[in-house]
């Protein structure tokens, strides 16, 4: 994949991200430690009460969230370049000790640095894959302080804001106790009049509140339809990249092929043309017509690969059959 895919699940039947068995990076082994949970939910009218106290708190949480996994993405990234920049140096010395043995050196000095060269690379690759296991365990457990600190002070700020809440009722409940005692003291004789007042502005008040609530509720309604509505979208659009993605790297694993692994690959490409490609939306003409011009270009390679490696071994069996002549 690309920089911005660093994981990678196989399955095509979860409708959200899976919780668990994802492969970091996206074409490495299954992390049995990277996990992924959903934020809960809240109910409608039994949380509407919360909800004030909450929303601000709540939009700094997810923001912090974000940012962290925005962060943990780029280190992450980086980690693989330095692996990747390794496995390349490897390769390099793979390719020198090849021109080297083509230049037709002692088979000696040539096997003894083959595995010189072999057992350096090795350890390297060891030293990268133990780099990489610490680095994602580090992340995993800054990541978990990170959660439970956000959930903490969410936590005291809920707390901070019920108090606030409870002392402000508790403020009014006070406030107009005083008054009723003072108004049934001073003003006994109009007591009815007063209490057929404060029932029709109780009742006016009950109709308000009434009309407010399924004000909000409807437009809760319709936000929860909204959010629902960009989630598909950007489900639908995120299994194209996939998808989009995952056809790039067919290609260029197979732009890649050696006559040893070239079949193994070709069925990868064709598995991806059946799976991959009617995902990929606006792209699917272009990615099929490269798709096809890769696996051409790609077979001719392999082709004159296997016919240089032929004129070569002919060589070796002609120069080991020429001190036999000589001999004779």
């Known amino acids: 994949g ?54 601000v708190g709540g939009d700094d949480d997810v923001r912090r969230q974000i940012e962290n996994m925005k962060r943990e993405r780029d280190e992450f990234a980086a980690r693989m370049e330095e692996i990747q920049r390794r496995a ?81 009722a508790q403020r009014r409940r006070e406030e107009r106790l005083r008054k009723e005692e003072e108004d049934a003291r001073r003003r006994a004789e109009r007591r009815k009049a007063e209490e057929a007042e404060d029932r ?18 409807k437009e809760e309604a319709k936000r929860q339809e909204e959010r629902q509505r960009r989630l598909n979208e950007e489900a639908k659009k995120r299994k194209e990249e996939i998808a989009i993605l995952g056809m790039f790297d067919a290609m260029a694993r197979l732009s890649a092929a050696t006559p040893q692994d070239f079949d193994g690959l070709k069925v990868m490409l064709e598995r991806a043309l059946e799976t991959l490609l009617p995902y990929t939306g606006k792209q699917k003409a272009t990615l ?4 096809d011009r890769v696996l051409k270009r790609t077979e001719a390679y392999v082709k004159i690969a296997e016919d240089q490696q032929r004129k070569w071994e002919e060589w070796c069996d002609l120069r080991e059959q020429v001190p036999m002549l000589l001999r004779s």
């Open 2 to 55: 690309g920089d911005q895919v660093w994981a990678f699940h196989p399955s095509r039947t979860s409708i959200t991200p899976p919780a668990n068995e994802w492969n970091i990076p996206n074409d490495g082994p299954i992390d049995p430690i990277f996990t992924i949970t959903p934020r809960a939910k809240g109910s409608g009218s039994d949380a509407s009460a919360e909800k004030k106290s909450e929303d």
């Open 88 to 168: 390349e140096e490897r390769r390099k010395r793979e390719e020198e000790l090849k021109r080297r043995m083509e230049g037709a050196e002692d088979p000696a000095k040539s096997a003894k640095r083959s595995r010189t060269d072999d057992r350096d690379g090795a350890m390297a690759t060891a030293r990268a894959e133990e780099e990489r296991r610490r680095l994602e365990r580090e992340a995993q457990q800054k990541k978990e302080k990170d959660r439970r600190q956000a959930e903490e002070e969410a936590r005291q700020k809920r707390d901070e804001e019920r108090r606030r809440i409870d002392e402000e």
């Open 200 to 217: 029709r502005r109780r009742e006016l008040e009950h109709a308000k509140r009434k009309e407010e609530d399924e004000r909000r509720r």
């Open 288 to 291: 099929k017509t490269e798709a």
